[in-house]
């Protein structure tokens, strides 16, 4: 079996996290996500500070976004963290409802790795989510040194 990234989430709709969670466990990749409700408490975590101040000073093998986020949304975080040297390197997937072109043109031009429209449809939600899981936490080479893998 492949060794693991960590994958996060930054979702603050529980529904969406719910369905991400179980599409993930259905390839027994749940076990290694991390899920923060906001804008900001994604960039705490990437930083190591506030509440995650005490962990393990790695990156994610990748992280969904959504754009739509309470106090720092999810443009902003994507821009922060492609712009800092220490975390570009993650793969994002912005992972949103936002149909919207400006919001695809500004991701893209942010850096963003993959853009997907959230599905209404239950399976088709579980399915995407399934791909991108075991696509870019479990297939994806990352570039050397920019995600220790777990042993």
């Known amino acids: 079996m492949n060794e693991l990234g960590r994958i996060l989430i930054v979702e603050d709709d529980p529904n969406d996290v719910e369905l991400t969670l179980t599409a993930l466990g259905e390839f027994n990749l749940a ?29 994610p ?6 754009l739509k986020l309470p106090k720092i949304d999810g443009l902003e975080v994507l821009q922060q963290v492609k ?46 989510v399934k791909e ?3 696509f870019w936490a479990v297939i994806n080479e990352p570039p050397p040194g920019s995600v220790r893998k777990r042993t």
């Not at 991390?34 to 930083?47: F, H, I, M, P, S």
């Not at 093998?61 to 959504?66: G, N, P, S």
């Open 31 to 59: 076990n290694e996500v991390v899920v923060t409700r906001d804008g900001q408490q994604a960039l705490d975590y990437l930083y190591c500070q506030g509440e995650f101040h005490a962990r393990p000073n790695e990156n």
């Open 61 to 66: 093998a990748v992280m969904l976004l959504d």
């Open 83 to 128: 712009a800092d040297e220490r975390l570009k390197m993650i793969p994002v997937v912005v992972l949103t409802s936002s149909h919207e072109e400006k919001d695809k043109i500004r991701s893209y031009n942010f850096g963003v790795n993959a853009y997907v429209v959230k599905p209404v449809d239950f399976h088709e939600f579980v399915n995407a």
């Open 132 to 134: 991108l899981g075991v």
